[in-house]
């Protein structure tokens, strides 16, 4: 069973605070959706068709080597004007590799996303949530902001029902939000469906999707 909770408890926010989780102190009615592990084919399309016809501008923390795979779907994120942001090249987890491997996979991420655009950012979030002190240190030394989050779609949890991947972001969202979804073909099912709904009630309520 999956047990990470759909909204990141302030108590965990507070333990680190190096970390952006939202941007509640913005006293605004804007909610940030970011998407993770892409570009994929038709599933990043997908979302791309369902931010423009919001008019919603989102974050996408890319895997290097999807774009490398798929470089015409990342210059499509580029040219509606989303921000494109670093997931690492080949989804590295944090523990499993040392700080030399770490490192060096996220700057060669960096660098092929500057090939692509002069507008990519510092932004980057660790696969899986996952990093150390050390990682922390040495990423911010190199101008990094590591960007985690407040709620959680769980869109890759095939346990759920499309109503609960939904609803955890319906139910738990505010201003402020960093919200996270996938644009990865594990995650696809519940996206196709939670994400229009998401768009669609917050847009009715007044709230405006923009990037980090």
Same mark, same amino acid.
């Given at each position: 069973?999956?047990?990470?909770?759909?909204?990141?408890?302030?108590?965990?926010?507070?333990?680190?605070?190096?970390?952006?989780?939202?941007?509640?102190?913005?006293?605004?009615?804007?909610?940030?959706?970011?998407?993770?592990?892409?570009?994929?084919?038709? *599933?990043?399309?997908?979302?791309?068709? +369902?931010?423009?016809?919001?008019?919603?501008?989102?974050?996408?923390?890319?895997?290097?080597?999807?774009?490398?795979?798929?470089?015409?779907?990342?210059?499509?994120?580029?040219?509606?004007?989303?921000?494109?942001?670093?997931?690492?090249?080949?989804?590295?987890?944090?523990?499993?590799?040392?700080?030399?491997?770490?490192?060096?996979? *996220?700057?060669?991420?960096?660098?092929?996303?500057?090939?692509?655009?002069?507008?990519?950012?510092?932004?980057?979030?660790?696969?899986?949530? +996952?990093?150390?002190? %050390?990682?922390?240190?040495?990423?911010?030394?190199?101008?990094?902001?590591? *960007?985690?989050?407040?709620?959680?779609?769980?869109?890759?949890?095939?346990?759920?029902?499309?109503?609960?991947?939904?609803?955890?972001?319906?139910?738990?969202?505010?201003?402020?939000?960093?919200?996270?979804?996938?644009?990865?073909?594990?995650?696809?099912?519940?996206?196709?469906? %939670?994400?229009?709904?998401?768009?669609?009630?917050?847009?009715?309520?007044?709230?405006?999707?923009?990037?980090?």
């Amino acid at each position: 069973m999956n047990i990470i909770p759909a909204k990141t408890p302030s108590s965990i926010k507070l333990l680190f605070p190096d970390y952006t989780w939202d941007f509640y102190s913005k006293k605004e009615k804007k909610l940030y959706l970011t998407f993770d592990d892409g570009p994929i084919p038709e *599933v990043t399309e997908f979302v791309l068709d +369902q931010l423009r016809l919001f008019g919603a501008r989102a974050t996408f923390f890319c895997i290097g080597e999807n774009i490398k795979k798929h470089p015409e779907i990342f210059n499509k994120i580029i040219a509606d004007r989303h921000s494109v942001c670093n997931h690492t090249m080949n989804h590295l987890k944090a523990r499993k590799n040392n700080l030399e491997t770490y490192l060096e996979n *996220v700057i060669e991420c960096e660098n092929l996303i500057r090939e692509h655009t002069v507008i990519g950012s510092k932004l980057f979030r660790p696969p899986y949530g +996952q990093i150390s002190r %050390a990682k922390l240190t040495a990423l911010r030394k190199l101008g990094y902001q590591i *960007v985690l989050w407040d709620i959680l779609s769980k869109d890759w949890d095939k346990n759920i029902s499309l109503e609960h991947c939904l609803n955890n972001v319906v139910n738990n969202s505010k201003d402020g939000s960093i919200i996270v979804f996938h644009d990865s073909i594990k995650a696809a099912t519940n996206l196709k469906f %939670a994400l229009p709904r998401v768009l669609e009630y917050f847009t009715k309520k007044g709230y405006v999707f923009d990037r980090i």
